[in-house]
């Protein structure tokens, strides 16, 4: 691609980088605290089956 055709689709798709790394944030947390919650669920019957 020339640098003139860059120039005219430099403006068709916009990455708001803040907005995904945000959104990945929360998406890690929240799968994080799932997991951690359900192991801490978990845990008392475990150390029951002893």
Not at 3 to 29: A, N, T
């Amino acid at each position: 691609m020339t640098e003139d055709s860059k120039k005219g689709l430099s403006k068709v798709v916009q990455i708001d980088e803040k907005r995904i790394s945000d959104h990945l944030d929360e998406l890690v947390r929240g799968t994080a605290e799932g997991r951690l919650s359900q192991a801490a669920g978990a845990l008392p019957s475990a150390l029951s089956y002893r």
